[in-house]
């Protein structure tokens, strides 16, 4: 095959995105839409012009952080090429994304930090939520009113977090679908720990989740993004012979009151591609709510504080061992 040339013009502007975060896109096209001056002899080797157009977006999320989305397509002006050579083609060109990720790589909780910081401050201001928020939020708290009684206390694995569990359409040994509940007192204020909460996918989190061989864990991007709300898709590795579980979600934050922060969480439709590899999914749901308030203290000098429940559903998509859904909620 002839080597290929690709000739571009690229072009760049300021902009501000539906969630009010700043940043730049850059786009490219083919140079025979430039009017202007063009290349003039590129040497007498032989080359075919193929075509590639693209966008890229870069948000800024943090004082040192930024998002980077690249959408491309590209024309290497050969017929009847084979799918795996196009797939080995476009991955080589996408690399690019990994290159200048490791190019700034920091220190993954130092990122966390900052991102968390932008976050708090937004949280701190509040937001008004939109009439299908509020419903998320109605929904979850509707689940959990009507379960005061039947709890069971649950061997927690951290220190000063009672944790207590309840059992759903149960059947001996194996069950579908328990209710989880957790209560404790962190070092942090409560828009902290809702924060840390609502970044599901932060560096670290995403460490951990590799560490307990869960096979996926991504942030989902559709569309305009509200500055409240995220979606995450997972994929939770269960033993042989069950197949692993998968939990598509929305995550909500919402400011109740001067010192009191929540974050509920709703199961969403949708078919995610995770790239290939993950097998034959079994999809689960789970409904939560987190709420994380301010403790008063005497002193301002003492390390601030906040009372944190939360309130989990869990739908594990068919029957399972109680023993594994009680290990499991451990880790959710």
Partial sequence: LDNRLFENWYVWKEVTFADGSSGFMMGFVPLCEYTGTKFDYIGDKKFVLGE???????????SNVCRVTRIQNGDPKIRGLPNSVLTSLSK?????????????RRNGKLVDKEVRNVLVERMKKGVDLDEDQKMVFQEV??????????WEKLKSPCEGVAMETKKKEQNGT??????GKAEGRADCTAEEAAAWYFEYC????????????NPARLEIRKGEVKINEK????????????????FVS????????????????????????????MGKLTKGQTKAILTATNIN??????VPQCKIELLQYLDAGGVIPVKLVNKKFLKL
């Fill in 141 to 150: 708290e509707t689940i959990f009113r009507g379960e005061a009684g039947g």
């Fill in 231 to 246: 979606l995450f898709a997972a994929v939770r590795k269960m033993p042989f012979p069950l197949n692993n579980r998968e």
């Fill in 250 to 277: 929305k995550f909500i934050w919402s400011r109740k009151s001067s010192k009191t922060i929540a974050v509920a969480v709703v199961p969403i439709e949708g078919s995610i591609d995770y790239g290939g590899g």
């Fill in 92 to 104: 080589s060109s996408l690399a690019e994304a990994n290159r200048l990720r490791e190019k700034y």
């Fill in 52 to 62: 590639t157009t693209g966008v890229y977006t870069i948000a800024k999320v943090a």
């Fill in 202 to 213: 932060s560096r670290e989190r995403m460490a951990i989740d590799l560490k307990n061989g």
């Fill in 297 to 302: 203290n005497a002193s301002p000098t003492r």
């Fill in 174 to 179: 194996k069950m579908r679908i328990a209710l």
